[in-house]
T-cell receptor, first 114, second 108 residues
Framework: GAGVSQSPSNKVTEKGKDVELRCDPI?????LYWYRQSLGQGLEFLIY????????KSGLPSDRFSAERTGGSVSTLTIQRTQQEDSAVYLC????????????FGPGTRLTVL | GIQVEQSPPDLILQEGANSTLRCNFS?????LQWFHQNPWGQLINLFY???GTKQNGRLSATTVATERYSLLYISSSQTTDSGVYFC??????????FGTGTRLKVLA
């Protein structure tokens, strides 16, 4: 049983470029969460999937951000036309079900926008 | 929207001491969770506790939903307890709202 994995572990990009971050949840986990943590700051919730659907996308910071999940498994978070304020660690977590199940976190993707 | 406040913001303990961390929230919530982020950034989900009391080893948590607060108790603290403790509430709008965290340092 592998844990939650994320790729890439580090990404350096230039302002204006698009980036795609990937999350592989624990097999069989139906709920998947994306969070963001800016340097030295707290946690910011971005979006939550139950299966392949996201009930509420309003947590995404701007319309440059989008997320999808296919096959009830892998999820990708895409940031278009990256800005310097997008620099942060992006964390993914999965849980067996939504609601009261324990969330298991991946190691995160550190994104740096130059 | 819901406001989540944590106190104290910073806490330094001598190994073996006990502590209580508090999380206040401004409205009714469906779900409340406590998380620990170690000094290397790894996050662990400690408790799902929308109401009542739970215990896991030296850690326990109590949520009094009617009074809109939750407490995390750490007994006989160890250096490995160091890090940041976050509470988060899940509202009916399918979002987690996080507190700003309590940064704990346990000294050997």
């Amino acid at each position: 049983g592998a844990g939650v994995s994320q790729s890439p572990s580090n990404k350096v990009t230039e302002k204006g470029k698009d980036v795609e971050l990937r999350c592989d949840p624990i097999s069989g986990h139906t709920a998947l969460y994306w969070y963001r943590q800016s340097l030295g700051q707290g946690l910011e919730f971005l979006i939550y999937f139950q299966g392949n659907s996201a009930p509420d996308k309003s947590g995404l910071p701007s319309d440059r951000f989008s997320a999808e999940r296919t096959g009830g498994s892998v999820s990708t978070l895409t940031i278009q036309r990256t800005q310097q304020e997008d620099s942060a660690v992006y964390l993914c977590a999965s849980s067996r079900t939504s609601g009261g199940s324990t969330q298991y976190f991946g190691p995160g993707t550190r994104l740096t926008v130059l | 929207g819901i406001q989540v406040e944590q106190s104290p913001p910073d806490l330094i303990l001598q190994e073996g001491a006990n502590s209580t961390l508090r999380c206040n929230f401004s409205d009714s919530v469906n779900n409340l969770q406590w998380f620990h982020q170690n000094p290397w950034g790894q996050l662990i989900n400690l408790f799902y506790i929308p109401s009542g009391t739970k215990q896991n080893g030296r850690l326990s948590a109590t949520t009094v939903a009617t009074e809109r607060y939750s407490l995390l108790y750490i007994s006989s603290s160890q250096t490995t307890d160091s890090g940041v403790y976050f509470c988060a509430v899940f509202s009916g709008t399918y979002k987690y709202i996080f507190g700003t965290g309590t940064r704990l340092k346990v000294l050997a």
